[in-house]
T-cell receptor
Framework: GAVVSQHPSRVICKSGTSVKIECRSL??????MFWYRQFPKQSLMLMAT?????????EQGVEKDKFLINHASLTLSTLTVTSAHPEDSSFYIC?????????????????FGPGTRLTVL | AQSVAQPEDQVNVAEGNPLTVKCTYS??????LFWYVQYPNRGLQFLLK??????LVKGSYGFEAEFNKSQTSFHLKKPSALVSDSALYFC??????????????FGTGTRLKVLA
C-alpha cells in the first residue's frame, strides 16, 4: 500500500518557539494532504486541507497564522506551529490523498503518516 | 449534516469469536466509506473502503465490512478475532468541504479489546 512518512515523530520544545513537521508521500503523488490533530482518547480533528501549489483551506476555529501549512510539491507538505504554547501540545497526524482513476471508478483513499507527538513546555 | 457515529466506545470479544464494530453515517449523495485502525502512538492504518460495487468489502488482516444503504451503516466485521486485533478503530465517510473540495469525517472511534 501507499506509504506516508512524518518527521519528526516526537518533539519537545520551549514555549514561544516554532516547530516544523514534515509529511511526505513516499510512493505516490498527493495533490491533497490533510492535517489532523488528535487529543487523548478522542477522534481526529481536521485542521486544514493542503493543496499542492495553492493556499491551504483551514477548518473553522483553526488559526491560519498559528498553523502555517505549505504544500510546495506533490510529495511534501509541512505544518509549522508558530510561537507554540503548552495548549498546542498534541498528536498531529498528516494524511495524503491517493486519488486514482481505475477504469470508470475514481478511487479515493487517505493514507496516514505515523504522527508527531508535540510537547510544549 | 455530514456525520459518522460509532455508538460503542469499547467492544470486548473473546479470542476466536467473531467481532463487529458498528458505524452509521449521514452524508448526501453516494457515500465513500472507510475503516482505519490505530495502534498506540501511531497514525492510522487503512483497512478497507467502500466506493461502489459489492456491499461486502474485504480488507486487510481478515477484516470485512458490509455496506447497508437502507440502514446507512458500514459495520466492520471479522469472523475470528485475534488478540493482536486489539486497537482503536475509526470509521470515516467522505463529505463535502469548502469550495468544492472533499473532506473526511471521522467517527469518535471504538476501542476493540480481544481477550485471550
Amino acid at each position: 500500500g501507499a506509504v506516508v512518512s512524518q518527521h519528526p515523530s516526537r518533539v519537545i520544545c520551549k514555549s514561544g518557539t516554532s516547530v516544523k513537521i514534515e509529511c511526505r508521500s513516499l510512493d505516490f503523488q498527493a495533490t491533497t494532504m490533510f492535517w489532523y490533530r488528535q487529543f487523548p482518547k478522542q477522534s481526529l480533528m481536521l485542521m486544514a486541507t493542503s493543496n499542492e501549489g495553492s493556499k491551504a483551506t483551514y477548518e473553522q476555529g483553526v488559526e491560519k497564522d498559528k498553523f502555517l501549512i505549505n504544500h510546495a510539491s506533490l510529495t511534501l507538505s509541512t505544518l509549522t506551529v508558530t510561537s507554540a504554547h503548552p495548549e498546542d501540545s498534541s498528536f498531529y497526524i498528516c494524511s495524503a490523498r491517493d486519488g486514482k482513476v481505475a477504469g470508470a471508478i475514481f478511487t479515493d483513499t487517505q493514507y496516514f503518516g505515523p504522527g508527531t507527538r508535540l510537547t510544549v513546555l | 449534516a455530514q456525520s459518522v457515529a460509532q455508538p460503542e466506545d469499547q467492544v470486548n470479544v473473546a479470542e476466536g469469536n467473531p467481532l463487529t464494530v458498528k458505524c452509521t453515517y449521514s452524508v448526501s449523495g453516494n457515500p465513500y466509506l472507510f475503516w482505519y485502525v490505530q495502534y498506540p502512538n501511531r497514525g492510522l492504518q487503512f483497512l478497507l473502503k467502500y466506493i461502489t460495487g459489492d456491499n461486502l468489502v474485504k480488507g486487510s488482516y481478515g477484516f470485512e465490512a458490509e455496506f447497508n444503504k437502507s440502514q446507512t451503516s458500514f459495520h466492520l466485521k471479522k469472523p475470528s478475532a485475534l488478540v493482536s486485533d486489539s486497537a482503536l478503530y475509526f470509521c470515516a465517510v467522505r463529505g463535502n468541504g469548502t469550495s468544492g473540495t472533499y473532506k473526511y469525517i471521522f467517527g469518535t472511534g471504538t476501542r476493540l479489546k480481544v481477550l485471550a
